[in-house]
């Protein structure tokens, strides 16, 4: 089993930044790579970001490259999600997930752990 703990959520103001943290414990070890999803209300759960564990792979959703950088810390077993010049669209719950198995994806059906999820709200 693995727990997620998400961090760093809130309220901004439209151009401005935020980091979210996911924190991982228990079969970690076991794990390939960590993802970020968000959900608006409303809409579907749709793909963000994922990094692998060991190389660092990267794989972003095209609605965010160039403003989000995933990275991770090994050491504390955690993943960052920087994100940069936010959007009001970019207003969703934010949740990190674990994927056991290569190679990175996009759908969330294929990852294994879910975090419960921290609120971004962008303004206006």
């Known amino acids: 089993q693995v727990q997620l703990v998400e961090s760093g959520g809130g309220l901004v103001q439209a151009g401005g930044s935020l980091r979210l943290s996911c924190a991982a414990s228990?079969?970690?070890?076991?794990?390939?790579?960590m993802g970020w999803f968000r959900q608006a209300p409303g809409k579907e759960r749709e793909f963000v970001a994922a990094?692998?564990?060991?190389?660092?792979?990267?794989k972003y959703a095209d609605s965010v490259k160039g403003r989000f950088t995933i990275s991770r810390d090994n050491a504390k077993n955690t993943v960052y999600l920087h994100m940069n010049t936010l959007k009001p669209e970019d207003t969703a719950v934010y949740y990190c997930?674990?994927?056991?198995?290569?190679?990175?994806?996009?759908?969330?059906?294929?990852?294994?752990?879910w975090g419960q999820g921290t609120q971004v709200t962008v303004s206006s």
């Open positions: 228990g079969r970690t070890f076991s794990s390939y790579g």
């Open positions: 990094i692998s564990w060991t190389y660092g792979i990267t």
């Open positions: 997930a674990v994927k056991e198995t290569r190679p990175l994806s996009s759908w969330s059906s294929e990852y294994d752990y």
